[in-house]
């Protein structure tokens, strides 16, 4: 239908362009000429003064010997061809026929579609089309198909307890009377509720594809417009599509857009937010009963959701995504992998374990980057080394080989990430160390990564210790091989991170003596209704931070202590830092202990065999990074 509307557009469009152009045409023509008197125009001819002469129908076109035009209408009865051609004028006679139908042409068509233009527009300002004046009321929700890629719950991974949540709405969908039966009412809403990339567009669109129900999808953003009262219509829009197409699930992604807390932040909220927010509320659970309409609505900030919108009734179940843990991360793994041909040597459930802290769309961005590797260098299908290159490039950053370092930067970045990885390992609680390199990637210089054996749910009080002992390791390091004065900006990475560990144990995990067991973390000078903070004295913000730097010192002093201690494996570590550049953990164990690493004759890089654990985890790695310095002013 709409197709057949712009053809016929674009056809009468043609014939007004070609009206307008004959129109113009003869327009122009008797623009150039000079409009005269019938008998002026006879007593020239009898005088000889017409040249030629060009008759259309009344109107006479002649041009005399000097080469001017004239323009003149004969009367109707007046026959003047023969008397023309006994003075020898060239006489030339337009075809009525034609002429009558442009003349007739171009006079009524430009009216016809000045009021089919009229009519097209009115249309369109009284909500004939979403696109019109009048059309911001309507709703923006789309009808998935399967044009878009059909997805189901088998190309869903990781996240099975959500998945079942899902799976038990669209089972409803299906049968309904086999929870009827037992009072059981379908949900009217469920909210997905995780961090960016684990996968809720996915499972609502998993939903759509095995529902066999109509998918209505739209933006939270969608509803807000700059007129007052759009949202509140778009809604109601939205809730008479659906009514139409019970039932049917309507999909609302970042609904946080629309539905933050009422009356919350300086100033009040916004009149037309709260307005859109309130007609939902009241189309979710109102007088007016919506059956068959299931609302699914994802976000990463449920923390800024209106309570109103959270209670039973309206979003019945909230559903929990999180990121997958290591048999989560090695299913999404292979449901990517499907689609890339890899080699023999892949094994994914040791990319699993070295990917802690993973989303899902981290994963599949990982396997796109593999691909891309092996691509690039003319592989038929993507071999381990490919998946370890790419993990690397994502998680530590682009290989900075084109970045020139002095011998002494280079030097002082290998002492200096050396220190990092003897402690690291030297200290049983800290994770194993991964990798230790002095190529330059990102912002850092080089950096050492430890990764955990297993996904990690709590941390102890001397797992801190120890990880801040090997953070600030770095900065020992540089100050027992160069001296208090020589020491470079380049813990500047590490002093932060272990500034956090220390201050999370102190202000938020109980982990001081003397502080106690009390949240500090959001604990602030004066009252404030609104954030909820309290007021913390002079001497109490003293006391915290004489404990946060207290667990720093301690950590800067057992770093020393064992580093002075193995003062010959760390020296050799630097060494074999600035010979390799880049060294895994099982060839750290040998270089530290003095043994050879058989590389390949051709090539100055070390081929020792890859640990197990072969990534750097997505949240918080224990690293060492040196920070370029900064440029003098």
Known sequence: MGNARNLAFWAVLFLLILALFNLFGDGQSTMNSKQVAYSDFIAQVDKGDVKSVQIDG???????????????????????????????????????????????????LPFIVLIGVWVFFMNRMQGGGKGGAMGFGKSKAKLLTEKQGRV??????????????????VEFLRNPQKFSRLGGKIPKGALLVGPPGTGKTLLARAIAGEAGVPFFTISGSDFVEMFVGVGASRVRDMFEQA???????????????????????????????????????????????????????????????????????????????????????????????????????????????????????????????????????????????????????????????????????????????AGHAVVGMKLPKCDPV??????????????????????KLNYHKDEAKQKIAMTMAGKAAEILKWGEDHVSNGPAGDIMQASAIARAMVMRWGMSDKVGNIDYSEA??????????????????????????????????????????????????????????????????????????????????????????????????????????????
């Open 152 to 169: 189901t719950f088998d190309d869903v991974a990781g996240i099975d307890e959500a998945k079942e949540e899902l799976e038990e709405i």
């Open 243 to 417: 009514k139409k197409n019970a039932p049917c699930i309507v999909f609302i992604d970042e609904i946080d857009a629309v539905g933050r807390a009422r009356g919350v932040g300086i100033g009040g909220g916004n009149d037309e937010r709260e307005q859109t927010l309130n007609q939902l509320l009241v189309e979710m659970d109102g007088f007016e009963a919506n059956e068959g309409i299931i609302i699914v609505a994802a976000t990463n900030r449920r923390d800024v959701l209106d309570p109103a919108l959270l209670r039973p009734g309206r979003f019945d179940r909230q559903i929990h995504v999180p990121n997958p843990d290591i048999k989560g991360r090695e299913k999404i793994l292979s449901v990517h992998a499907r689609k890339v041909p890899t080699g023999p040597d892949v094994d994914l459930r040791v990319i699993a374990r070295g990917t802690p802290g993973f989303s899902g769309a981290d994963l599949a961005n990982l396997v796109n980057e593999a691909a891309l590797m092996a691509a690039r260098v003319g592989r038929r299908f993507v071999t381990m080394e490919d998946f370890e290159n790419a993990k690397d490039k994502v998680m530590l950053g682009v290989e900075r080989r084109s970045m020139v370092l002095t011998p002494e930067q280079k030097e002082m970045t290998a002492y200096h990430e």
């Open 524 to 633: 602030h000078e004066g009252y404030s209704g609104n954030t909820g903070g309290f007021s913390v004295s002079t001497k109490t913000k003293e006391l915290i931070e004489d404990e946060v730097r207290g667990l720093i010192e301690e950590g800067y002093q057992e770093a020393r202590r064992i580093l002075e201690e193995n003062i010959d494996e760390w020296e050799r570590l630097a060494q074999g830092l600035l010979e390799y550049e880049t060294l895994t953990g099982d060839e750290i164990k040998k270089v530290m202990a003095g043994d050879a690493i058989h590389g390949d004759d051709n090539d100055d890089t070390p081929t020792g065999s890859l640990p197990s654990v072969t990534a750097v985890p997505k949240t918080k790695p224990a690293k060492g990074g040196d920070t370029a310095p900064e440029p003098s002013v």
């Open 434 to 455: 991964y990798k230790a390199t002095i190529i330059p990637r990102g912002q850092a210089l080089g950096m050492v990564v430890s990764l955990p054996e297993m996904d």
């Open 58 to 108: 009344e109107d006479v076109r002649y041009q005399i010997g000097d080469g001017s035009a004239y323009t003149t209408v004969k009367p109707f009865s007046d026959e003047i061809a023969e008397r023309l051609i006994d003075k020898g004028i060239q006489v030339r006679v337009i075809k009525q026929e034609q002429s009558g139908f442009m003349s007739l042409l171009g006079v009524w």
